[in-house]
């Protein structure tokens, strides 16, 4: 356990920013894992339209820290690729 008064306070602030983190990242995550069961059952329209709730997810975790900026480009990049080759077979 911390002893001094800023360690109380950076162990407050780093649970908080973990549990926040967790949140954003299980977000992204099931977004993503959505989006993969349409492709999957080739339903690429609906998955068409989840794509800005994917770019809304991926981005606020960049933004914040939780992932970093080039791996939510990379998730975008992949899932809309992934859209796009299901829609053309």
């Known amino acids: 356990m911390p ?7 950076a162990l407050r602030q780093s ?19 959505e989006v993969k069961k349409l492709i999957a059952s080739a339903h690429i329209a609906e998955a068409e339209k989840l794509v800005p709730k994917i770019y809304q997810t991926l981005d606020k975790a960049a933004k914040t820290m939780a992932i970093k900026k080039n791996k939510a480009s990379r998730l975008k990049s992949r899932i ?3 859209i796009k080759r299901s829609a053309a077979a």
């Open 3 to 9: 002893n001094t008064k800023s360690a109380i306070k």
């Open 15 to 33: 649970v908080k920013r973990r549990s926040q983190n967790i949140r954003r990242k299980t977000a992204y995550r099931a977004a993503l894992k």
């Open 80 to 82: 809309v690729k992934a």
